[in-house]
């Protein structure tokens, strides 16, 4: 009886031992759509971790123009200037040179054309920060070209940069 089942079992499947072409484009096919979906579902992670990443370089020009205006007691020195450029903070060694993480490319000064900056006002016997972020692709400012105020910077400021 059990040789009678294998004789019917390949009789009816065949004597295949491998794949045939249309199977194997079947298979390739299914996994390019599923790699797609994958991409396709990670874009918008990959973009939103970028614009995380340019809200960290805006802070770090505010922390950077915190630490300059402290050491330069801005409350009590009114020769000190309220606005910071992106060239004053390198220049004077309180930035490194920041990385765009939409082009991976150095800042640097002659591209940033003095438009990023962190400006200062003294209002209410406090110091507030207002920072301007431009860069290649992007930029992390009012709609007016003013900065945004530090404690309410995010993602939800970051547009694309409208060349002039």
């Not at 970028?50 to 505010?62: L, P």
């Amino acid at each position: 009886m059990l040789n009678a089942a294998k004789g019917i079992y390949r009789r009816l499947i065949g004597n295949k031992s491998g794949l045939t072409l249309i199977e194997l484009l079947a298979v390739l096919a299914i996994l390019g759509i599923v790699a797609l979906i994958a991409v396709l579902a990670f874009m918008p992670i990959i973009e939103k971790s970028k614009d995380q990443a340019f809200v960290a370089n805006a802070i770090a020009m505010k922390e950077a123009a915190t630490f300059h205006k402290r050491t330069s007691e801005v409350a009590l020195n009114p020769s000190v200037k309220a606005r910071l450029t992106y060239e004053d903070l390198i220049e004077d060694g309180y930035l490194p040179a920041l990385i765009d993480p939409h082009t991976n490319e150095e800042w640097s000064v002659q591209t940033d054309n003095q438009q990023s900056f962190v400006e200062m006002q003294f209002i209410d016997s406090s110091i507030h920060y207002y920072v301007c972020l431009k860069g290649a692709k992007k930029q992390l400012c009012a709609e007016d070209g003013k900065g945004i105020l530090s404690t309410e910077l995010s993602t939800d400021f970051v547009k694309d940069l409208v060349k002039k």
